[in-house]
Nanobody, 123 residues
Framework: QTQLVESGGGVVKTGDSLRLACTAS??????MAWFRQTPGQDREFAAG???????KYADSVKGRFTISRDNAKNTVYLQMDYLQPEDTAVFYC???????????????????WGQGTQVTVSA
């Protein structure tokens, strides 16, 4: 059973930075991604990365967020800089257990999910 455990959320002020981490235990995982969700809204893709290290970003975070991974540690990171109040959300880590280099923006392409970590950005 593959499990994803996230850490690093919190409350920060506009312009601050946070780094999220997500560690996968169990089988090897391939593409990994961060999604975020605000109350009453669907989860939306924020950033993704495949095992070779190619990344993809949503337009709303491009230039401010950086995704990276350490395959030896089965861990993916999301460095979030210049945070804005509109970034406030629950952030979820997702992983694809199927061998692939495709980085999907669709949540149904990811088999494994973390429990979510709250990020709150105050004005």
């Amino acid at each position: 059973q593959t499990q994803l455990v996230e850490s690093g959320g919190g409350v920060v002020k506009t312009g601050d930075s946070l780094r999220l981490a997500c560690t996968a235990s169990g089988q090897r995982v391939y593409s990994m991604a961060w999604f975020r969700q605000t109350p009453g809204q669907d989860r939306e893709f924020a950033a993704g990365i495949n095992r070779p290290g190619t990344s993809k970003y949503a337009d709303s975070v491009k230039g401010r967020f950086t995704i990276s991974r350490d395959n030896a540690k089965n861990t993916v990171y999301l460095q979030m800089d210049y945070l804005q109040p509109e970034d406030t959300a629950v952030f979820y880590c997702a992983a694809d257990g199927t061998p692939t280099v495709v980085i999907s923006k669709e949540e149904n392409e990811y088999e494994y999910w973390g429990q979510g970590t709250q990020v709150t950005v105050s004005a």
